[in-house]
T-cell receptor
């Protein structure tokens, strides 16, 4: 069965600093990979996704992620965070059939210090 | 256009009561998904619909849970004889199809509290 690990439960970053959120997945083949963000009381918003091709993908709000097959990783990055980026971030994997739904990591809670 | 909507946004019920949670997907989306988000279990996939059909119900936590979809649109998740462990946020998502490349768009969720 596929699984997703987000090793950092909480991360604190100063406003304007760079950010990297880690995500590792376990799956036999190349999965479809996603990053979602959830603000308090809100649903999940898709930041970016990777299906194939260029391993560096650009998303909304200035986020990017890099797929590294050798490390089974799909880390999310942002060069300079804003206070509005404070939220919960979820990495997710889909086996490709869609019918199994998304498998999510436990999430990383991002705190922005002024 | 309009996104996925869910109602109610909050539901407080007493243990043993039945509850119905509603999801209105994005117009034209044939696939619809239900997830549960709880502190202990994180985000769990429950069930999906392709059109009005749910091919696999094995993800539902117990036989107290059921779901249906009518007219290829609105879906209802029903929990019978609610228990305190059912307290969670129930999220609905929809996508154009069930292919892995079809992005799932999520609603704001229904927060269920069982007293």
């Amino acid at each position: 069965a596929q699984s997703v690990t987000q090793p950092d439960i909480h991360i604190t970053v100063s406003e304007g600093a760079s950010l990297e959120l880690r995500c590792n997945y376990s799956y036999g083949a190349t999965p479809y990979l996603f990053w979602y963000v959830q603000s308090p009381g809100q649903g999940l918003q898709l930041l970016l996704k990777y299906f194939s091709g260029d391993t560096l993908v650009q998303g909304i709000k200035g986020f990017e992620a890099e797929f590294k097959r050798s490390q089974s990783s799909f880390n999310l990055r942002k060069p300079s965070v804003h206070w509005s980026d404070a939220a919960e971030y979820f990495c997710a994997v889909e086996s490709g059939g869609g019918a199994d739904g998304l498998t999510f990591g436990k999430g990383t809670h991002l705190i922005i210090q002024p | 256009g309009a996104g996925v909507s869910q109602s109610p946004s909050n539901k407080v019920t007493e243990k043993g009561k039945d509850v119905e949670l509603r999801c209105d997907p994005i117009s034209g989306h044939t696939a619809l998904y239900w997830y549960r988000q709880s502190l202990g279990q994180g985000l769990e996939f429950l069930i999906y619909f392709q059109g009005n059909s749910a091919p696999d119900k094995s993800g539902l936590p117990s036989d107290r849970f059921s779901a249906e979809r009518t007219g290829g649109s609105v879906s209802t998740l029903t929990i019978q004889r609610t228990q305190q462990e059912d307290s969670a946020v129930y999220l609905c998502a929809s996508s154009l199809g069930v292919f892995g490349t079809d992005t799932q768009y999520f609603g704001p969720g229904t927060r269920l509290t069982v007293l």
